[in-house]
Structures are given as structure tokens and as C-alpha cells.
């Protein structure tokens, strides 16, 4: 495990890429509405953030076999994952790599705007999950909705490059809405979300709803907040 550990931080280490310093001609610049060109800064920066994860999910190179039905069983256990805020994290990303599915973590850039990507390369998943400025709850919340896009947009993202999430980018073939669902309610089920607001007061009961639902309290209160 920690030969592996220690090959998958080296080899994206050494993939890292720095971002690229968008240049226009001012005189272009001019003629254009200051919304259109950060539009066009935030394309630019958006592609050369996706070419270095493919970069790096190519240099990894997942030897594992993807196994999808492994994949649709694993979900229902990684909110528990929650509980362990230092490793838990690190344990299901490290479990997903044996699965065939490669999980890149990255500092969140306000620059891009992106919260998460997905892709498949030589027919395996590559997710990249940013930290989301070390919010706890929005990390898991972002993995989950990545490996939502994974099983239930494959044939789609086969067919394309990849899929970028972002509050900002509007998608025809990939609905957001859904996968933020699925998300939430793989951590915390529909019913209770509804009841959270009730107990939130109380730091003793939100700990012993926390316990029944093997997550977290701050996903809880990251959630509801």
C-alpha cells in the first residue's frame, strides 16, 4: 500500500503543471465586454487544467481492471469513510485505484471555477475532486457526484474528452442537478436532510444522528449550513 502510495504522489508530482498566463491582444481586448473576456480566460485556463489531469492520469497509468458492478457495491459503504477525518479520505481514494478508477485531489483555483472533472482514458475513470477551500463535507460531496457522472454518464463521457462540473458551465448531456442529489443523499438520506434544521441546536443530538448515519457531524452541519 505505501509503495503504491508513494508511486502515485511521485508520478503526480511530476505531472504537476503551473497555470498558464492567458494573454490578449489589448486592442482585442477593447473591443470585447469584460464579462465575454473572462469568459475566454476561464475556457483557457479550464482546458490547460484538464490537458495536465490527463497528463498525469496517463503518466499513473491505473494497471487495474475498472469494475463497475465492485464500483455500484463500494458506494454504499464510503460515507462511513467520513467518520475518519484524517485517513478516510486517502483509504477510499487508494480502494477506488483498485477498482480501476484513478482519483486526483487538487487545491481548489478560483481561476477555473471548476469544483470537479470526469473522464475516462484507455477505457478506465479518471475523477478529479477539488479540496473545495478544505470544506470537509464539500470534498465527499464532490466525490460522490463525480462517481455519479462515472456510472451513470459512461457512454457519454466515452464519447467525449471529458466533463467539467462547475456552478458556471451549463451542460446539454450531463445533468448536474441529479448527480448533486445523488451525492447528498449518499451521505445523508432525503428524510432526515428534511429534519436536520430541528436539531442542529443541539450539538448532543446532531453527534447521535452523526452515529446512525456513520458519517461525520461536520457533514451534517455542512450540509445544512
Same mark, same amino acid.
Given at each position: 500500500?505505501?509503495?503504491?502510495?508513494?508511486?502515485?504522489?511521485?508520478?503526480?508530482?511530476?505531472?504537476? %503543471?503551473? &497555470?498558464?498566463?492567458? @494573454?490578449?491582444?489589448?486592442?482585442?481586448?477593447?473591443?470585447?465586454?469584460?464579462?465575454?473576456?473572462?469568459?475566454?480566460? @476561464?475556457?483557457?485556463?479550464?482546458?490547460?487544467?484538464?490537458?495536465?489531469?490527463?497528463?498525469?492520469?496517463?503518466?499513473?497509468?491505473?494497471?487495474?481492471?475498472?469494475?463497475?458492478?465492485?464500483?455500484?457495491?463500494?458506494?454504499?459503504?464510503?460515507?462511513?469513510?467520513?467518520?475518519?477525518?484524517?485517513?478516510?479520505?486517502?483509504?477510499?481514494?487508494?480502494?477506488?485505484?483498485?477498482?480501476?478508477?484513478?482519483? &486526483?485531489?487538487?487545491?481548489?483555483?478560483? /481561476?477555473?471555477?471548476?469544483? /470537479?472533472?470526469?473522464?475516462?482514458?484507455? /477505457?478506465?475513470? %479518471?475523477?478529479?475532486?477539488?479540496?473545495?477551500?478544505?470544506?470537509?463535507?464539500?470534498?465527499? &460531496?464532490?466525490?460522490?457526484?463525480?462517481?455519479?457522472?462515472?456510472?451513470?454518464?459512461?457512454?457519454?463521457?466515452?464519447?467525449?474528452?471529458?466533463?467539467?462540473?462547475?456552478?458556471?458551465?451549463?451542460?446539454?448531456?450531463?445533468?448536474?442537478?441529479?448527480?448533486?442529489?445523488?451525492?447528498?443523499?449518499?451521505?445523508?438520506?432525503?428524510?432526515?436532510?428534511?429534519?436536520?434544521?430541528?436539531?442542529?441546536?443541539?450539538?448532543?443530538?446532531?453527534?447521535? &444522528?452523526?452515529?446512525?448515519?456513520?458519517?461525520?457531524?461536520?457533514?451534517?452541519?455542512?450540509?445544512?449550513?
Amino acid at each position: 500500500k505505501k509503495e503504491m502510495q508513494m508511486e502515485m504522489a511521485k508520478q503526480q508530482e511530476e505531472t504537476e %503543471c503551473s &497555470l498558464p498566463i492567458v @494573454q490578449m491582444d489589448f486592442e482585442d481586448e477593447e473591443k470585447l465586454p469584460v464579462k465575454h473576456i473572462e469568459e475566454q480566460k @476561464q475556457r483557457r485556463m479550464n482546458e490547460f487544467w484538464i490537458r495536465c489531469s490527463r497528463h498525469s492520469f496517463e503518466q499513473i497509468n491505473n494497471p487495474y481492471e475498472y469494475d463497475e458492478e465492485l464500483l455500484k457495491l463500494y458506494l454504499q459503504k464510503i460515507h462511513e469513510y467520513t467518520l475518519d477525518p484524517i485517513h478516510g479520505y486517502e483509504k477510499v481514494v487508494m480502494t477506488l485505484f483498485r477498482m480501476g478508477v484513478t482519483v &486526483l485531489t487538487q487545491p481548489y483555483l478560483t /481561476g477555473i471555477g471548476a469544483f /470537479g472533472a470526469s473522464m475516462f482514458i484507455n /477505457g478506465k475513470p %479518471c475523477i478529479v475532486v477539488t479540496d473545495m477551500m478544505k470544506k470537509y463535507h464539500k470534498l465527499w &460531496l464532490t466525490l460522490f457526484h463525480e462517481l455519479y457522472h462515472i456510472i451513470q454518464d459512461k457512454q457519454m463521457l466515452e464519447h467525449s474528452v471529458y466533463h467539467i462540473s462547475s456552478d458556471s458551465e451549463m451542460s446539454l448531456f450531463f445533468n448536474e442537478e441529479k448527480a448533486d442529489i445523488f451525492a447528498s443523499q449518499m451521505l445523508i438520506p432525503k428524510d432526515i436532510s428534511q429534519h436536520i434544521g430541528k436539531v442542529i441546536a443541539s450539538p448532543f443530538k446532531m453527534k447521535n &444522528l452523526a452515529n446512525k448515519l456513520s458519517v461525520h457531524p461536520s457533514i451534517l452541519y455542512g450540509a445544512h449550513l
